[in-house]
C-alpha cells in the first residue's frame, strides 16, 4: 500500500468544544459496543462492503475471520510478511502455512471457513484504497499519522488498532472529515508533552493471543461503527487500551485538533 505524507497545513481554527476534553479518561462499563445489538445498517452495509484489513498477525486474521463470519463481501487483506511460528495455534495460523505469505495463508484460512466472503490476498498497492468502504489498520508501535493520511485523503474510514508495550490500543475509528484523525491524536498527545508517534511496522511483533482474542472482538464492534457512523460517531472518537492480567482498560476521547486540518 502506497501512503502519502500529508500536505502540512497549520492554519489556526476554533478551539475544540464539547463536554469531554482530549484524553479524558471516561468511566463505564467494559467494551460498551460489545453489549450491544449490531446495528442492522452496519450488517446491511458490510454485506456490500469492500473491507480492508492491513496487518495480518494473529489479530488482524480474527478481525478478517469474522467480519466474513458476519458477511462482509469482500476483504482485501494486506501484509509483507510471511507466517511465523508465533502466529500459529488458537485464533492464528495453520502449522502449514509456516513461512507463507499472511495473505495468501489467511486466504486459506477463510476459504476454509465456508464464507461466501471474496477475498483479495495480497498488499494493497494493486487497489485503490479509495475503493475500500472501510478499512481496519493493525500495526506495532505508534503509527505515523502521515501513512494513514491517503485513508484520509480519500475519504475512506478507518479503524486503528496498536500493539504498544505489550499492550492493545484500539481506536480512534476515524470518519474523514467528521472525527478525529490519528494525526489529531499526535497533536492533542504534543500538546501534553508526548512525543509524536514514528513509524509504520504492520504486523510484526508477537501478538499475545489473549489481548488479540480481546481485541479483535472490540476492533469488529468498532468496525461495525464505522460501517454505521451516523448512528453512533461517538464511540469512534475513543481509543480503548487493553492490558494483561486482567484486561483492564484504558478509555481516552479525542476531539478534531483545531489545526489539524483534516475535518
Ligand atoms: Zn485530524
Do not use: K
Amino acid at each position: 500500500m502506497t501512503l502519502q505524507s500529508p500536505p502540512r497545513r497549520h492554519h489556526p481554527g476554533p478551539a475544540a468544544s464539547g463536554p469531554v476534553l482530549p484524553g479524558a479518561v471516561l468511566p463505564g462499563p467494559v467494551a460498551p459496543d460489545l453489549v450491544e445489538r449490531l446495528p442492522h445498517e452496519a450488517v446491511a452495509v458490510l454485506h456490500g462492503a469492500n473491507v480492508g484489513v492491513l496487518g495480518l498477525g494473529r489479530l488482524g486474521l480474527q478481525i478478517a475471520r469474522t467480519l466474513a463470519s458476519l458477511g462482509a463481501r469482500r476483504l482485501v487483506l494486506d501484509d509483507a510478511g510471511t507466517v511465523r511460528h508465533d502466529d500459529l495455534g488458537a485464533g492464528g495460523y495453520r502449522l502449514a502455512d509456516l513461512g507463507r505469505s499472511r495473505p495468501a495463508a489467511a486466504a486459506g484460512v477463510l476459504a476454509d471457513s465456508a464464507t461466501t466472503t471474496a477475498v483479495s490476498p495480497g498488499v494493497l498497492d494493486g487497489h485503490d484504497p479509495g475503493t475500500l468502504t472501510a478499512a481496519v489498520v493493525v500495526t506495532h508501535e505508534q503509527i505515523d499519522p502521515a501513512c494513514t493520511w491517503r485513508l484520509v485523503a480519500q475519504g475512506v474510514p478507518h479503524l486503528l488498532v496498536t500493539w504498544s508495550r505489550g499492550r492493545l490500543e484500539v481506536g480512534p475509528g476515524v470518519i474523514p472529515g467528521l472525527t478525529a484523525c490519528l494525526r489529531c491524536v499526535d497533536l492533542h498527545r504534543a500538546d501534553e508533552g508526548v512525543p509524536p508517534a514514528r513509524g509504520r511496522h504492520a504486523g510484526s511483533g508477537v501478538e499475545d493471543p489473549v489481548l488479540a482474542l480481546a481485541g479483535a472482538g472490540l476492533a469488529v464492534a468498532r468496525t461495525f461503527g464505522l460501517l454505521a457512523h451516523g448512528s453512533a460517531p461517538r464511540g469512534l472518537t475513543r481509543t480503548t487500551t487493553l492490558s494483561l492480567p486482567d484486561l483492564a482498560q484504558r478509555t481516552e476521547h479525542w476531539p478534531v485538533h483545531p489545526v489539524c486540518g483534516c475535518a
